[in-house]
């Protein structure tokens, strides 16, 4: 049996930043155990690789949540990584902090030291942006951010034009001093490749002797005696393992499954472990509720003039930009595909943004089940507008579906059941076309193919959001921070209650979801974290 100072259970977007974080000074011993394999891959390291990994189970847990009522009964499926940087080896990489609003609403839940102002200098950290350091961008951090504005698709700068003409601002930089406006997105990406969690700080500090990084090794539950946390049972090559943590066990392993070892360790809603065979320790309801995500909806243009469609999709295309990556690392396939977009109001009276806006010059209208090839788009020009209400109230619940860790768990989102979702769902559609009918896009457009301008009235718009709408992949709240009132599961310091010696630092701990992509506000709770670790907090 092994002992350490730390274990950190998942080595993805937060794991990997925390173990680099805490082995720095080569004072504490780490274990950091992670159930997939290395990032070391061609297609995750190519930014438009991520198609690939989509539905890979090599690198994906490839989660599917249960049938949603709101979605006509249909499931919504979840990517969640399954590698060396988690999600963030497989996302699109659009590198979002969100709005300054989202980090005060948390410490307005009970959370000192998480407002805005807490927290931008852990973004600063984490980054380096390729406009250089100012009072709110970093420039020698662990990530690498870049701008998309250079490499593009012209229709990107089409629709950047529409939507100011619809009355929307132009952010200079929503990362930075301006958050509210329109603009090519920035990619956590630079140079053609990818910059993960893995590689921007677990790689660099694989080189320490006191960090050892264990892939391959599935964690069971994690071990109290006496109302602590001390150690680790996990598998790896068809053992059974146990490894034990002097100072701390930290659940980073994601908004699905934190919340599901902690089920299984005997640390969840006493009626539902004792409902799969598990022995109750703590009764801890608030372990695996307060789910959100945001739902999102794409409508689907086809264009007059040529898209990467065009590009993409005849074998002869693929080949030149498959070979213009190799040689110049440069290209549609160097950047994301989601390549414009903004934080925006959808009607006058607003107190705050409530939609954030994507573009994307290509379409996939009839995608085969179980594959999303970036590289085998529509065989007809065509382009995708769609929206996310940044800020839904709707809120569900991850179980464990057994004691065996090998069982996928129980999703359900429980999309649209706050009353007011659907209202924001068809406010962002309609902004959608807002700005499809500026002249700026409308000239390009020769038909809206999904869903279809027969689709206007409200009913019709709700019944096509129920058919179509789906994740935009952002899960978090499962073992909510806030004051210890059995509705949050950790505390402002991420140490879960009734449990000394155990923390998450994931996405499971956000209050509430922010208003955009996650990944970046994960990475830098994590770089908190970290600080308030080694402050002894």
């Known amino acids: ?4 100072d730390y274990i950190i259970i998942g080595a993805g977007s937060a794991g990997a930043v925390l173990a680099d974080r805490l082995s720095a000074s080569g004072r504490l011993s780490v274990l950091l155990l992670e159930a997939g394999g290395s990032d070391r891959r061609f297609m995750i390291r190519m930014p438009a690789g991520y198609g690939h990994s989509f539905y890979n189970p090599n690198v994906n847990w490839c989660f599917w949540t249960g049938p949603q009522e709101a979605l006509a009964g249909r499931q919504s499926y979840w990517p969640r990584g399954k590698v060396l940087g988690g999600s963030s080896s497989i996302n699109a990489m ?3 902090r969100g709005q300054s609003g989202d980090f005060d609403d948390w410490q307005a839940h009970g959370n000192p030291g998480w407002g805005w102002d807490d927290v931008l200098p852990h973004f600063r950290a ?3 942006w390729e ?3 100012d009072a709110f961008r970093g420039g020698s951090g662990g990530v690498r951010v870049s701008s998309m504005a250079g490499s593009v698709h012209p229709l990107s700068h089409s629709w950047l034009a529409a939507a100011k003409s619809a009355g929307f601002a132009e952010s200079p930089d929503y990362n930075g001093a301006t958050a509210e406006g329109v603009s090519i997105y920035q990619i956590s990406a630079a140079k053609g490749l990818r910059s993960s969690s893995a590689t921007a700080f677990l790689h660099p500090a694989m080189r320490r002797a006191n960090l050892r990084v264990e892939t391959g090794a599935l964690v ?4 109290t005696r006496d109302g602590r946390a001390t150690g680790v049972e996990y598998a790896q090559n068809g053992q059974i393992l146990t490894a034990t943590a002097r100072a701390e066990v930290i659940l980073s392993a994601g908004a699905v499954l934190s919340p599901v070892i902690l089920q299984r360790s005997g640390l969840g809603p006493g009626a539902l472990l004792q409902e799969k ?9 608030a372990i695996g ?17 040529p898209t990467l469609n065009s590009q993409l999709r005849p074998w002869l295309g693929r080949v030149m930009l498959g070979l213009r990556y190799m040689l110049m690392r440069d290209g549609p396939l160097a950047i994301s595909v989601n390549q414009a977009g903004g934080f925006v109001r959808s009607r006058p009276g607003l107190d705050r943004v409530d939609q954030q806006l994507y573009f994307s010059p290509a379409s996939y209208s009839k995608p085969t089940p179980g594959r999303r090839r970036l590289t085998l788009p529509d065989p007809f020009p065509g382009f995708f507008i769609g929206i996310q209400p940044c800020r839904p109230e709707s809120r569900g619940r991850i179980s464990l579906a057994s004691a065996d860790p090998h069982d996928a768990p129980l999703i359900e989102p429980n999309y649209l059941s706050a009353p007011g979702d659907m209202a924001q769902m068809i406010d962002g559609v309609r902004l959608i076309r807002r700005i499809a009918e500026r002249p700026e896009i409308a000239r390009y457009i020769e038909a809206e193919m999904q869903p279809g301008p027969d689709i206007s009235d409200e009913e019709a718009l709700i019944e096509d959001i129920r058919a179509r709408s789906g994740s935009v992949f952002h899960a978090c709240g499962t073992c909510r921070m806030g004051p210890d009132d059995g509705s949050n599961a950790v505390d402002a310091q991420l140490r879960l209650y009734g449990v000394d010696g155990l923390r998450v630092v994931d996405a499971s701990a956000f209050p509430n979801v922010t208003s955009g992509n996650i990944n970046a506000p994960v990475i830098m709770l994590a770089d908190r974290a970290a600080s308030l670790i080694l402050a002894g907090n």
């Open 1 to 4: 049996m092994a002992t350490f």
């Open 277 to 285: 065979g598990v022995a109750v320790i703590r009764d801890l309801p």
């Open 126 to 128: 984490i980054e380096s």
């Open 220 to 223: 069971h539950r994690v071990v």
């Open 289 to 305: 509720a307060n789910l959100q995500d945001h739902l999102g909806i794409d409508y689907l243009f086809r264009s007059r003039v």
């Open 131 to 133: 406009g250089g350091e």
């Open 94 to 96: 659009v590198w979002v």
